[in-house]
């Protein structure tokens, strides 16, 4: 009896851990002409054929997603699990009506799509194939409402880990803007904490206290000039009294009173966020170490994505003063030259063999 009541047990925690695995259904591509059709909302496409995944030439694979519960207005979360196909000899393209969503953009690692119709369409068709061992797509789809899974709601404003969870690892400042787009929202930005409570920078890193240094949407790269820091939404950040500002030049040496353009390098001019005893910002170079970021948007996503500013900072006052000399030097020395020019052409015109001796210092230029 206790034999069996053990076994009983054994049985039912299989089941228990087993069920997220059995609850998650996987389609394969059909070999028939017809569309696989799928209605869940947590589901893998594997685009091969059946359980060899393998693809062969003239592969046609079509699916076709849809939300029982609504008309339009769908989200999915879809999650690279694996890439093996060569991006020469397929077409992938996932469409959203007569709209295209993606094609043969598969450098990611997650990626949110809001639907404007019923339903998605997948289509995976292969060229004449190198080697046909190759194991396409596998991409893992969820369908969610509000924010994304693995991301922290806070009001209407969905934020993400910043450990990598729900997002794509970590990479330079521009590429984060980039995964943070595909995922239908901007690096982290304070204008739109706000609308969730948060007011400030040191309430912002107090709240969340990441373990590791995250990028957030906080440049200086405008031509607005050094000192002056900008959300990448526009929106000016007040750093009149800003001492929990660094440089990644100051760590080591730094400066006696709060925060300026003074002590940093000319190219640290992108801000990551991570809480220390002082500091809450660091300024450094955008390219200079691949970090976690952390991702903002409403609630269920956003299309306004913010490009990063390109903008150079004005020039110095030393450079303005050698372009004010440069300029007339260059003009004289121009005038110079036209003026001997003409003169040995005159001349030459009357025939004199002697040149005058002026002529001699332009003629490299006359010739």
């Known amino acids: 009896m206790n034999s069996a009541r053990v076994w009983s047990h054994l049985l039912l925690s299989l089941l228990f851990v087993s069920s997220p695995v059995l609850s998650q259904k996987t389609f394969y591509c059909s070999k028939s002409a017809e569309p696989v059709e799928i209605t869940d909302s947590d589901?893998?496409?594997?685009?091969?054929?059946?359980?060899?995944?393998?693809?062969?030439?003239n592969m046609d694979c079509n699916f076709v997603i849809s939300d029982p519960n609504r008309t339009s207005g769908s989200l999915y979360m879809i999650e690279m699990l694996y890439n093996y196909a060569d991006s020469n000899e397929h077409n992938f393209?996932?469409?959203?009506?007569?709209?295209?969503?993606?094609?043969?953009?598969?450098?990611?690692?997650?990626?949110?799509?809001?639907?404007?119709?019923?339903?998605?369409?997948?289509?995976?068709l292969t060229r004449s194939l190198t080697y046909l061992n190759l194991h396409g797509y596998c991409l893992k789809f969820t369908r969610f409402t509000g924010c994304p899974p693995g991301w922290t709601s806070l009001g209407d404003v969905c934020i993400s880990s910043g450990s990598g969870q729900g997002v794509a690892g970590r990479g330079y400042f521009s590429q984060c803007q980039a995964k943070c787009n595909n995922m239908r929202s901007n690096l982290?930005?304070?204008?739109?904490?706000?609308?969730?409570?948060?007011?400030?920078?040191?309430?912002?890193?107090e709240r969340f206290r990441f373990p590791h240094p995250v990028w957030i949407g906080l440049t200086d790269n405008t031509t607005a000039g050094p000192g002056k820091l900008y959300w990448l939404d526009g929106t000016p950040?007040?750093?009149e009294s800003a001492d929990w500002i660094q440089c990644d030049t100051m760590i080591s040496n730094p400066p006696p009173s709060h925060w300026s353009s003074r002590g940093c390098g000319r190219d640290?001019?992108?801000?990551?966020?991570?809480?220390?005893?002082?500091?809450?910002?660091?300024?450094?170079?955008?390219?200079?170490?691949?970090?976690?970021f952390v991702c903002a948007m409403p609630s269920g996503g956003t299309d306004e994505f913010f490009p990063i500013p390109s903008g150079q900072r004005p020039p110095s006052k030393l450079q303005l003063l050698w372009l004010l000399l440069l300029v007339p030097l260059s003009a004289g020395f121009i005038a110079l030259c036209l003026q001997a020019r003409r003169r040995r052409q005159n001349y030459q015109a009357i025939g004199?063999?002697?040149?005058?001796?002026?002529?001699?210092?332009?003629?490299?230029?006359?010739?």
């Open 43 to 57: 589901f893998t496409l594997y685009f091969t054929y059946g359980h060899r995944r393998y693809v062969s030439p």
């Open 93 to 124: 393209v996932i469409r959203d009506g007569n709209r295209t969503l993606m094609q043969n953009e598969v450098d990611f690692n997650h990626y949110i799509m809001i639907t404007r119709t019923s339903s998605l369409t997948a289509h995976f």
């Open 188 to 205: 982290l930005t304070l204008p739109l904490l706000q609308r969730a409570g948060i007011r400030s920078v040191k309430e912002l890193a």
């Open 237 to 239: 950040l007040d750093i």
């Open 268 to 292: 640290e001019r992108t801000a990551y966020l991570w809480l220390t005893a002082k500091y809450f910002i660091t300024m450094t170079q955008g390219n200079s170490m691949s970090r976690n």
């Open 352 to 367: 004199a063999n002697v040149e005058p001796s002026g002529f001699i210092i332009f003629r490299w230029i006359t010739i």
